[in-house]
């Protein structure tokens, strides 16, 4: 039977944290590199892309085993649940979209998607800033609104992108793949502005 702790281990909190924010830096700016390249190492970035997303897992798993073996936490226990299935959502879409890449016969990247992409390795960037000063609760409005400002861009992205393939193409298969994969990507954006939103809500409750 586990041992209960008594006394906050806030230290390996913040360090899960902030691995499970740079995982989420890493499997973004893979998906990056995947959109520019693809087919071009296609099934070796998915399969770096799927690593990570089972790395976000773990983390995950260890965050929430800390939290029921500890009695003291270092700040409410519902928004470190809520942080980390956050984090660990936006792995989990850039995964599905890659996933969806390369096993539905895509042939073209469109550029929007590329951007979509973009979008996600900056707003990850600005996440990962910002969970490293959760240390200390020191101020991080720089850091979310930015994020909320590419919140924002990803919307719009997203919007363009399907009306564009509806504009462009007949061919119902492409846009069947596509418009599912950047709303996989959007998904993505979304679970970085929730992040975003419990970050904010720990800031406000601890200063």
Sequence with gaps: MARLRLTPQKREFFELYARASANAVEIARLLVQLLERFPDDGQVLISQIKEREHDGDELTHEVVN?????????????????????????????????????????????????AQAEVILQATTKLDEAVRRLDGFRDSSDQLAALRELED??????????????????????????????????????????????LEAIVVKNR
């Design 66 to 114: 800390l939290l029921n073996r500890t009695f003291v936490t270092p700040f409410d226990r519902d928004d470190m649940y809520r942080l980390a299935g956050a984090i660990d959502d936006v792995c989990d879409h850039v995964d599905e979209a890659a996933d969806n890449l390369g096993s539905w016969g895509v042939e073209r990247v469109p550029e929007k998607a590329r």
């Design 153 to 198: 861009q990803g919307d719009e992205l997203e919007r363009d992108a399907v009306a564009e393939l509806f504009r462009t193409t007949d061919d119902a298969k492409v846009i069947i793949r596509w418009k599912d994969i950047h709303e996989r990507l959007e998904e993505a954006v979304d679970a970085l502005e929730n992040a975003a939103d419990v």
